[in-house]
C-alpha cells in the first residue's frame, strides 16, 4: 500500500477516536515504517519486483497504466510474521488459537483474524494430518 494510502487510513482512523479524544498509535506511515524498522527482529529487508499488465488491450488509445511497469516493494510476509510471533514483546499479547463463534441461530460471528474460516481450516487441516500420522 502506498504511504499516501497509509495516511489516509491513519486520517480516517483518527477521525474514529476523535469522538473518545484519542489518536491512533501513528501519525503517518513514516511513523509507522520508523517503528517497524526499530522493532526487535524487525531487520527483513526489503525486496521488490516489477510487474506489467499483460491482459488485452483495447483497439484505439491504450491507457497508460496498461503498458507502463509498476514496481512493488515488500518485505517477506512469512520471516515478518514468524518475527513478530518470536518477539518477547509480544509475549502473552494476543491469542493464537483459531476460534468460531456462533450465536444461537448458528450464524458465525467474526471479530478478529482467529475467527475467521482460514485460520480455522489450516488449524483443523493440521490436527486431522497430525492424528492421522500419529495412527500409524
Not at 1 to 9: C, N, Q, T
Not at 29 to 52: C, K, M, Q
Not at 123 to 128: D, F, P, R, S
Amino acid at each position: 500500500m502506498s504511504g499516501g494510502d497509509i495516511d489516509f487510513l491513519f486520517s480516517l482512523w483518527a477521525a474514529s477516536l476523535a469522538v473518545h479524544d484519542d489518536n491512533p498509535p501513528f501519525a503517518s506511515h513514516n511513523d509507522l515504517y520508523d517503528t517497524i524498522d526499530a522493532t526487535l527482529l524487525g531487520d527483513v529487508p526489503w525486496e521488490s519486483f516489477s510487474a506489467r499488465y499483460n491482459g488485452a488491450k483495447p483497439d484505439g488509445k491504450i491507457p497508460s497504466w496498461m503498458t507502463a511497469d509498476f514496481d512493488v516493494w515488500f518485505r517477506d510476509p512469512h520471516t515478518v510474521v514468524k518475527n513478530l510471533l518470536s518477539n518477547p514483546d509480544f509475549d502473552n499479547e494476543f491469542d493464537y488459537t483459531p476460534f468460531q463463534e456462533r450465536d444461537t441461530e448458528g450464524n458465525h460471528r467474526f471479530q478478529d483474524f482467529m475467527s475467521g474460516n482460514w485460520a480455522w481450516k489450516q488449524a483443523v487441516q493440521y490436527t486431522v494430518i497430525f492424528t492421522v500420522s500419529t495412527v500409524f
